[in-house]
C-alpha cells in the first residue's frame, strides 16, 4: 500500500515537477516562461505571462509536492485544474491517444493526482511525517471541486479573450 | 482509499483496453492486426504478427482485468513487461517527454500498474469480491520482478530474432 503510492507519487510528481521546470526556467529543453506565455496567450491564456506563471506554478509545486506527498490534496488540485485546462484548450480536438496528441496523457495525470488525494500519500510522505491526515472522500472532493474551478477559470479567460479577440479583427469605425 | 483506486483502475485500464482493441481490431481509427504486425516486424518483434497479437492481447486482457480488479497482480505484471519493452524500443530514443513521443506516457502507465501491484485493488473489485486479499510489499516486488522478467524475455526474443536477420543477411553477401 504505502510503497505502492510513494512510487506512483515520485514518477508522476517528478514528470509533472519536469513539465513545470520547462514553463518556468527553460530547463530540459523547455521553452522558458517567454515561450510558454507565447504559446498560452495564442491557446487564449490571456495575459500570457501570469497564465505561463500559473500553469507552471501548478505543475512544479504540484508535483514536487505530490512527489513528496506534502499538501497531498492541494497538490493534486493544482496538478487535476492545470491537466484539465491542457485538455480542454490542447488535446480535446485530437481524440484520445497520445500519439495524435489526444488527452490520454493529461487525462492519466489527472487521474493518477486525484486518486492519490482520495487514497492519501501513504506512510512515506510529509503528511504523514506532520501527523496530518488529509485524505478520504472529503479530501478527493476537495480537490476535484478546486481542480474544477482551476479549469472553469481558464475555460472562462479563454473564452472571455475569444469575443476580445474576434472584437479586434473587425475594423473599427 | 478505495474510491480512489477504483478510479485509478478504471482510467488507466480501459485506456489499455483500448490501445489493445487498436492493435488487434482496429477499434477506434486503430491500425489493427496486419498493419500493427507489420509495425512490430519493423521494431524488430519477428515474426510480428504473433508479437502483434500477444501485445494486443496483453493491453487488451490486462486492461480490462485490472479495470475489474480481477487477478490485478497478474494483470499488473503483464502491463508492467508491455511498458517496458514499449519504452526501450519505441519510446526511449525520442527522450522524457511525451509531446515528442518520449517514455513519460509508458512510465507513468507501468508506475500506476505498480503501484496497484503494491496496494492491492482495493474494496471495489472482484477480487475483494471473492475474498481475495492481493495486496503488500512482499506481492507488490513479485509483480515488479515478474514484469521485469517479462520486459527481459521480449527485448531477449527481439534480439535474437534481429540477429537471425542479420546472420542469415551477412551469410547471403
Known sequence: MNTG???LRVVLGLLLAGHGSQKLFGWMGGPGLSGTAQMFESLGFRPGRA???AGGLAEFVGGLALALGWFTPF???MIVGMMGNAITAVHWPNGIWAQSGGIEFPLTNAAAALAVAFIGPGRFSVDHGLGWHLYGWKWGVVALVIGAVGVLAGMATRASAARTGSGRT???A | MDTGLLLLRIVVGLLFVGHGGLKLFGWLGGDGLDS???YFDSLGYRPGRRYAIAGGAIELAGGALLALGLFTPIAAAVLIAMMGNAMAVVHWPKGLWNAAGGVELPLVLAAVAAAV???GPGRYSVDRAIGW?????PLGVVVLLVGAAGIAGGLAARAWATRDVEARRAHMI
Open chain 1, 170 to 172: 473587425q475594423p473599427t
Open chain 1, 5 to 7: 503510492l510513494l512510487i
Open chain 2, 36 to 38: 500493427t504486425a507489420r
Open chain 1, 51 to 53: 497564465a505561463a506563471w
Open chain 1, 75 to 77: 497538490a493534486a488540485a
Open chain 2, 117 to 119: 501491484g503494491f496496494t
Open chain 2, 133 to 137: 486479499h492481493l495486496s503488500g510489499v
